[in-house]
């Protein structure tokens, strides 16, 4: 079980950053939480990430659309650069 442990905590985080960011107005620095969640993406095994990248992809993006009002720059392309590694 513990080899599913660290996909769970990197599908936890990222379905939290979305919800977090779903219709907001303001909200406190994400830097390290998308940070965090690059590194956990970063770190899977390449068949975890084949696996999972289409719907990865699918989060990432309408968690920029419902951030774009909100996001900083510097977080936006951060996720917009994760959003293209998944292209590779």
């Given at each position: 079980m513990?080899?599913?442990d660290i996909i769970f905590k990197f599908?936890?985080?990222?379905?939290a950053l979305e919800g977090y960011?779903?219709?907001?107005?303001?909200?406190?620095?994400?830097?390290?939480?998308v940070a965090n969640i690059d590194a956990m993406y970063r770190s899977l095994p390449d068949g975890v990430k084949d696996d999972i990248k289409e719907e990865?992809?699918?989060v990432l993006r309408?968690?920029?659309?419902?951030?774009?009002?909100v996001l900083e720059e510097e977080i936006k392309t951060k996720l917009n650069?994760?959003?293209l590694a998944?292209?590779?």
């Open positions: 513990a080899k599913y599908a936890a985080k990222t379905g960011l779903y219709e907001r107005e303001k909200l406190e620095p994400l830097d390290n939480w990865f992809g699918v309408r968690t920029i659309t419902y951030g774009a009002k650069n994760l959003v998944l292209q590779e």
